[in-house]
Nanobody
Framework: QVQLVESGGGLVQPGGSLTLSCEAS????????VAWFRRIPGKEREGVAC????????YYADPVKGRFAGSRDSAKNTVYLQMNNLMPEDPGVYYC??????????????????????WGQGTQVNVTS
């Protein structure tokens, strides 16, 4: 069973940056696409960035394009979400999810729970002045 642990959340001011980490154990994260979902208070869960398990482009949701960047470090069995220029609209709980799919756009636009997916516990991101 794959276990995912997110870290790196915290409190930043608008315009600040955070790097979220998603470290896997019990399985190779390279075997999965990895989605970063978030739940912003008052809103439904939404996709943020979906990182392909093959050499295909990462899909980014429109609100984070140009600001967030996903990446993998296979040697560490870890994926990252570099978040720059954080905005007051970005706070919430961020989750990483390992998914056996190759359709990144669909994954990020349908951020529901599915059988066979592996979810982390989430990490809190706060953006406040």
């Amino acid at each position: 069973q794959v276990q995912l642990v997110e870290s790196g959340g915290g409190l930043v001011q608008p315009g600040g940056s955070l790097t979220l980490s998603c470290e896997a154990s019990g399985g190779l994260l390279d075997w999965y696409a990895v989605a970063w979902f978030r739940r912003i208070p008052g809103k439904e869960r939404e996709g943020v960035a979906c990182i392909s398990k093959v050499d295909d482009p990462t899909y980014y949701a429109d609100p984070v394009k140009g600001r967030f960047a996903g990446s993998r470090d296979s040697a560490k069995n870890t994926v990252y979400l570099q978040m720059n220029n954080l905005m007051p609209e970005d706070p919430g709980v961020y989750y990483c999810v390992a998914v056996n799919t190759r359709d990144m756009e669909r994954l990020c636009t349908h951020p529901g729970r599915r059988s066979g997916d592996y979810w982390g516990q989430g990490t809190q991101v706060n953006v406040t002045s």
